[in-house]
């Protein structure tokens, strides 16, 4: 890890959003894209001076380092989004961070859990549920097949949960075809529920976050190229 100078993340950051620009234009005029920084192996250093630069929205994978960096940052304008697995005994010091969005719902034990917690708080918080879309052994998430009804389920049993759409790492591969698939698995998911007020289809990382565009993706959550 290293501080970055201003031009280096300026270079970086241009390049990545050429790169969102082209790929939404190749779907859409209208569709938009937004970008989701990812600063979990980057100093709070260079997220301050990417804020500098114009981005707004960043994601970390960690309550506790999420909880550090919003703390030093406090004065900024941020919109800070947890990204990663969410342990049990750290659900508390999330809902007091009120996180502008929890990507990373990724079971019904999780959902009611922090259905609860929140209700005893009388909070409520926007929440992604993740799909583990190629059904890998390694990756937390639903189920491509259980998705769509532990959805529906989640909306009716956790009031203090809004669910506001999907979120899915791409298939662990090399081979492209795989990737692809599996954010057109999650993006069908997405499509279903976008009748019942989903607008959130949470899908490419700085390896794929093209390919992920292309396939109707509109939240990109990029750390290396960003920060490299
Ligand atoms: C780390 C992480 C990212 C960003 O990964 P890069 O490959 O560095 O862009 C995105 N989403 C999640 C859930 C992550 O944990």
Known sequence: MAILD???????????????????????????VQLVAVGKYTEVENIETLYSLGQRAFGENQVQQLKERMATLEE?????Q???????????????????????????????????KLEAKESKMDCLLQ????????????????????????KESCPHINLKGVMTIGAH?????????SFETTHAIYEKLQKEGATL????????????????????????????
């Open 173 to 181: 591969s090399e081979d492209t075809k795989l990737i692809q698939q």
């Open 82 to 116: 947890m990204i990663g697995t969410l342990q049990k005994n750290k659900i508390n010091h999330l809902i007091d961070l009120h996180p502008t969005l929890m990507q990373s719902l990724d079971s019904l034990a999780l959902a009611q859990e922090l259905n609860k």
């Open 201 to 228: 289809c949470s899908m490419g990382m700085s390896n794929d976050y093209p390919l992920a565009i292309k396939c109707g993706s509109n939240l990109v959550r990029v750390g290396s190229a960003l920060f490299k």
């Open 76 to 80: 900024l304008p941020l919109q800070w």
């Open 6 to 32: 201003k031009e280096h993340l300026r270079a970086n950051l241009d390049k990545v959003i050429w790169n969102i620009e082209e790929a939404r234009i190749s779907v859409s005029e209208h569709h938009i």
């Open 131 to 154: 799909i583990n879309a190629a059904n890998e052994a390694t990756k937390s998430g639903f189920n491509s097949q259980e998705a769509y009804d532990m959805y529906q389920q989640i």
